[in-house]
């Protein structure tokens, strides 16, 4: 692609739930080589990353990110008794809302695409205006984990549904060069141990018995696998195939594809490990990205040094409960 203009790059950051946290080490691994987005389309948990990427919030999340347990990570799931959902959100995203510096798509410092499925007609909704908490929520709401979620009269779940890796949606927004984050190229361990299981029903283990009906006392004896175990499995497979099709009708310049297969999509705290792969993954490709994107025309950008800044206030950094 000769041409003395820089073409645009766009980055499609991809669903998979916990494994998203790769996204944050992909985005460091690239800015390490000088590979600096022009702009960003995210879907489900990469909606996420991607808000606070363009808003400039990475590191926030990062540090939010990193210091997780298991224990956390349960405590910011509302149980949600509607029968729409496991969990409401509400938690979780009241969080994320008031570490947000941003709250609209017009403030971000990049531009910033996210996609949802519109629970009623299965049509895709890709969201570029409006409240920018509202867009992310309604692109991670998986369907039976998280309750739907209404925007702008619209009734919304998870754009994995349809899109999960947005290529086409990083396209509209003007991306002329893309680099895909795919999670879900690797599928090779989607179950829990016996003690994993514990663990994950633990804080909800009365409220899950209430409403889950007893199974007849053959059915006991069966090696039949645990809820997370099914849903999980259920939704790697899902996102593997769907985005196997999309991006065969639109594929990327350039496709990263993380070794993930390790990290359950419910393993919120193993963090640490998702973006040290997610920087591994930049780096085993760093020299095949960087030929690309000089044969198409895209450099290498380093920020000129800052001078040296007061610290950052405690208060609200990084993102705090409240």
């Given amino acids: 692609m000769p041409s003395h203009r820089r073409p645009v ?7 998979g739930a916990a494994k998203g946290w790769a996204h944050i080490g992909i985005l460091n691994g690239l800015a390490k080589l000088g590979i600096r987005p022009d702009l960003v389309a995210g ?6 990353v991607g808000a606070a990427y363009s808003g400039g919030n990475l590191d926030r999340l990062e540090k939010w990110v990193r210091g997780f347990t298991r224990l956390q990570v ?6 949600s008794f509607s029968g729409r959902g496991l969990f409401s959100g509400e938690k979780v995203f009241n969080v994320i809302a008031n570490g947000m510096k941003q709250k609209d798509f017009s403030e971000t410092q990049l531009p910033f695409g996210a996609v949802a499925t519109e629970l009623s007609t299965g049509r895709e909704v890709w969201m570029q205006e409006g409240d920018l908490v509202s867009a992310v929520r309604a692109s991670c709401a998986m369907p039976g984990l998280f309750v739907p979620i209404y925007r702008e009269e619209q009734l919304l779940v998870d754009g994995a549904v349809v899109n999960p890796v947005p290529v086409s949606l990083a396209r509209a927004m003007g991306a002329e060069v893309v680099i895909a984050v795919n999670l879900a190229s690797e599928q090779h361990n989607n179950s829990f141990t016996e003690e994993e299981e514990e663990e ?3 804080v909800l283990r009365q409220w899950l018995n209430r409403i889950r009906p007893e199974r007849e006392d053959k059915e006991k004896d069966l ?11 259920s939704i790697n497979i899902m996102q593997e195939r769907i985005t ?12 990263l594809k993380p070794r993930l297969g390790n990290i359950n999509i419910m393993e919120f705290h193993r963090a640490e490990e998702a973006i040290a792969e997610g920087e591994a993954c930049v780096e085993r490709m760093s020299h095949f990205l960087m030929a690309e994107l000089a044969y198409l025309g895209i450099h290498p950008q380093f920020p000129e040094p800052e001078e040296p800044s007061a610290p950052a206030l405690e208060d609200g950094d990084p993102i705090q409960e409240s």
Avoid at 74 to 79: A, T
Avoid at 244 to 255: I, N, Q, S, T, V
């Fill in 9 to 15: 790059l766009g980055i499609a950051l991809g669903s």
């Fill in 43 to 48: 879907c489900s948990i990469g909606s996420l």
């Fill in 74 to 79: 349960m405590s910011l799931l509302d149980p």
């Fill in 200 to 202: 994950e029903e633990g």
């Fill in 223 to 233: 090696p039949l696998p645990s809820m997370w175990t099914v849903m999980s499995g």
């Fill in 244 to 255: 196997r099709a999309r991006m065969a009708g639109d594929p990327p310049e350039l496709e």
